[in-house]
């Protein structure tokens, strides 16, 4: 996603799965929570050396270094967390880029682990079928992505890699989104529809204590299912009344063309008596589309203790009646 503002992160690697990490992690090891799991932690093989809620974690905490230079390290006892100098982080993250094991060997280095328990699991997204639309291919490529929260006790220094990322920004969550709106910025549906959750959190420690209680009830893949309006286009997500029974995760049957509803987007959203749907109105290209409005709408009960989206009209009179 050129040019969009993301959330750092990346693809596992066959070293998260190591089993040499169990020589450094604490023991026991924290089972997976017990609700229910998505796709991506079903193990590929039953010769994984990791449990896969353990290597998810190692490799966004290796991938957040890789792209922005900040490392997330367990305290030691006395509450010391190893830092870094600029120099050194550059060193070892362009080792870690060239080889994903060198994670291992930093830890060692420093003589800590990965502070794998400062991340609590929140959301998981499957990139959509026929996702261009009438430009859909077969083999384009897809993301089954799982989100985590993690909270700092201050902001850290970032050291971006000017490759894969340019810039960093630390932002309100509120700000973020009046940023994409006004088209200062663009962020995927994925990140508006989680930026507005984040909207219910006026502290960081009501996230933290909220994410933490949540991430017992697991957590399902969410799939986005696209419907075209005569004045733009919906993604669906479960919940809402229009989802599918029974989406389609792999897109056997995937055609070019998306679903038509009959109408405007204003009227299917009066057709259905539960909502959970992002809504963009059409717009030159995908940036501009996904700019010119974009809103989260959701009425329906949100699934796994989790918490709906704030619509952005409900943060406005929220915030005019402080």
């Known amino acids: 996603m050129p040019n969009?503002?993301?959330f750092?992160?990346?693809v596992l690697a066959k070293e998260d799965l190591h089993p040499s990490w169990l020589d450094l992690l604490p023991k026991p090891l924290k089972p997976p929570p017990e609700g229910p799991r998505p796709f991506l932690m079903q193990p590929a093989e039953q010769t994984e050396g990791l449990p896969r809620h353990i290597a998810f974690r190692i490799a966004a905490i290796r991938e957040t270094f890789e792209e922005s230079g900040v490392l997330l390290l367990q305290p030691d006892d006395s509450g010391r967390v190893p830092v870094l100098e600029a120099k050194e982080t550059a060193e070892w993250r362009l080792k870690v880029q060239n080889d994903p094991g060198q994670l291992l060997e930093l830890c060692r280095y420093l003589g800590a682990t990965p502070d794998l328990w400062a991340l609590s699991e929140w959301s998981d997204w499957l990139t959509p079928i026929n996702l261009q639309g009438t430009q859909a291919k077969k083999g384009t490529r897809r993301f089954d992505t799982i989100f985590y929260t993690a909270q700092l006790d201050a902001i850290p220094s970032a050291l971006q890699d000017q490759t894969e990322v340019t810039a960093v920004k630390w932002e309100e969550p509120s700000a973020l989104l009046s940023d994409c709106r006004d088209h200062s910025i663009w962020l995927a549906p994925p990140q508006v529809y989680e930026v507005s959750r984040l909207l219910h959190f006026e502290k960081q420690k009501q996230?933290?204590?909220?994410a933490q209680a949540r991430e017992s009830q697991g957590l399902t893949t969410l799939l986005p299912v696209r419907l075209q309006c005569s004045d733009g286009e919906l993604s669906l997500y479960p919940g809402d009344s229009m989802y599918p029974d029974e989406p389609d995760y792999v897109g056997e049957a995937v055609s070019a063309d998306l679903a038509r509803y009959p109408g405007t987007i204003e009227e299917c959203?009066?057709?259905?008596?539960?909502l959970n749907r992002q809504e963009f109105s059409d717009g030159a290209d995908l940036e501009a589309r996904y700019t010119s409005k974009g809103d989260v709408v959701a009425t329906c009960a949100p699934d796994h203790g989790h918490i709906n989206p704030m619509t952005w009209e409900q943060w406005l009179q929220r915030a005019g009646s402080k």
Not at 207 to 210: A, D, M, S, V
Not at 269 to 274: D, L, S
């Open 4 to 6: 969009a503002f993301v």
């Open 8 to 10: 750092p992160g990346g």
């Open 207 to 210: 996230l933290q204590e909220f």
């Open 269 to 274: 959203r009066a057709a259905a008596k539960y």
